[in-house]
């Protein structure tokens, strides 16, 4: 008979494999690279640890032209994606994402490292990312610890962002932003890509895909076991009464795939986000043809080479509309 240190309890491949002894095995996202000097971006980035406690980092982008610019840069904190269950800011996917995204955006960004479920069950990485996003705002009086933060952050004019789990945190943290003040940082806008979101009753063409419904299921129990399922705020904020009500800014983009499963959730968001209280602006788009977080794994492609021009676009919005009334946070 199979022992259980061998019998697998969750398939989740080609991206993990669950043992019925608790043991996970993870078949990509495994990979990470040392920051540095990228010479095709001519972006830098280094590692500082956040919190001792958790023994946990962030990894800090800043585009080469910062020391020449007379004025401080928009901010994005950016949370990887991966089911809460794989990858992570060190790892060549998105360290090369960020690299061209600083560098497209002229924008310093923060990528955190959160602990992974199932050896640090949700809501661990609910709970790390607040800690990171704290750490980042105690930078706004220029007396922080990392100086690339006190000396070239407009922290009038900070996003978050992330990718399919990181869109997530990004969402809840944005929430959580309203009701617990961080001091010195305006939150302008997060930016969803293919969110991870979830909910016991089918949206749009979920109905037709029971086998990946039940995989998404078991995902989500394998992230956070002790769930109340798959209607619970966590994964399925958008059927709340109150969603919406608390978000903490006041410009949202949506970005979703064609043939990506979760498309309809992202489109469900934006539709509940405009008929809600909110009362701010939502943009979306949709890559025709491509799958979830193709923009990652074909980074050269036409619509990943469209998406990130106009995730830039939408940061730096804000910083034309600033310059145009002669408004600037300078160096």
């Not at 199979?2 to 996970?24: H, N, Q, T, V």
């Not at 608390?246 to 498309?263: H, I, P, S, T």
Request: net charge neutral.
């Amino acid at each position: 008979m199979e022992s259980a240190a061998s019998e697998i309890l969750i398939d989740g491949a080609p991206f993990f494999r669950l043992y019925k002894d608790g043991r996970i095995k993870r078949l990509s996202g495994t990979e990470n690279v040392p920051p540095g000097l990228d010479p095709k971006t001519n972006v830098e980035s280094k590692d500082l640890l956040y919190s001792q406690e958790i023994a946990q980092s962030v990894r800090i982008y800043v585009p080469g032209t910062v020391v020449t610019s007379a004025q401080k840069l928009p901010l994005l904190v950016y949370f990887h994606g991966g089911g809460f269950c794989i990858e992570s800011a060190f790892s060549p996917t998105y360290h090369n994402y960020l690299n061209a995204l600083v560098a497209e955006a002229k924008i310093v960004a923060v990528s955190v490292n959160y602990r992974r479920s199932p050896e640090h069950p949700l809501p661990a990485a609910y709970d790390d990312s607040w800690t990171a996003l704290k750490w980042v705002a105690s930078h706004y009086v220029g007396t922080g610890p990392e100086q690339w933060l006190n000396h070239y952050v407009d922290f009038e004019n900070v996003y978050l962002s992330g990718d399919s789990a990181g869109a997530n945190i990004s969402h809840h943290l944005a929430v959580k932003i309203t009701n617990e003040k961080l001091d010195g940082m305006n939150l302008v806008g997060i930016i969803l890509t293919h969110p991870f979101f979830w909910g016991k009753e089918p949206v749009g063409d979920e109905v037709k895909k029971p086998a990946i419904r039940a995989k998404m299921d078991g995902i989500w129990r394998l992230a956070y076991p002790t769930t109340i399922g798959s209607d619970d705020p966590w994964i399925n904020p958008i059927d709340d009464q109150s969603f919406g009500r608390f978000l903490g800014c006041k410009r949202v983009l949506v970005c979703v795939a064609e043939k990506d499963v979760m498309r309809h959730r992202g489109w469900y968001y934006c539709e509940k986000l405009k008929n809600s209280e909110w009362g701010g602006e939502v943009e979306m788009i949709e890559a025709q043809g491509d799958d979830h977080v193709f923009h990652l794994n074909k980074p050269n492609c036409p619509n990943a080479v469209a998406m990130l021009k106009k995730v830039a676009e939408f940061i730096n919005q804000v910083t034309k509309r600033r310059r145009a009334s002669g408004r600037q946070s300078k160096l």
